[in-house]
């Protein structure tokens, strides 16, 4: 069973709207940090946006002003709302949540086109 599961993905035109929700399991204790990581294919997996303790945001530099992080980590929740999406933010994005270890999600695809 899957400790960490995301949604809201799917397609959407360019400058268009998503939010991507997560959810860790209620088994997952003690958490400090949760976030979004992508990966286009061809390409790494890269930093989308994260939060740690005091719920202070990090962003990629590519989605600054874009994309906001939200989280609520007594909920094991956080969110992505992503606004003016670009075709070039098409990737499979994941989710993960930390304690003492990481765990991560499957992953959503978001796809941007027209």
């Known amino acids: 069973q899957a400790q960490v599961v995301e949604s809201g993905g799917g397609l959407v035109q360019p400058g268009g709207s998503l939010k991507l929700s997560c959810a860790a399991r209620?088994?997952?204790?003690?958490?400090?940090?949760m976030g979004w990581y992508r990966q286009a294919p061809g390409k790494q997996r890269e930093l989308v946006a994260t939060m740690s303790g005091g719920l202070t945001p990090n962003y990629a530099d590519s989605v600054k002003g874009r994309f906001t992080v939200s989280g609520d980590f007594d909920k094991r929740t956080v969110w992505l709302q992503m606004n003016s999406l670009k075709r070039e933010d098409t990737a499979v994005y994941y989710c993960f949540a930390r304690n003492w270890r990481e765990y991560w999600g499957q992953g959503t695809q978001v796809t941007v086109s027209s």
């Open positions: 209620d088994t997952i204790f003690n958490i400090n940090a």
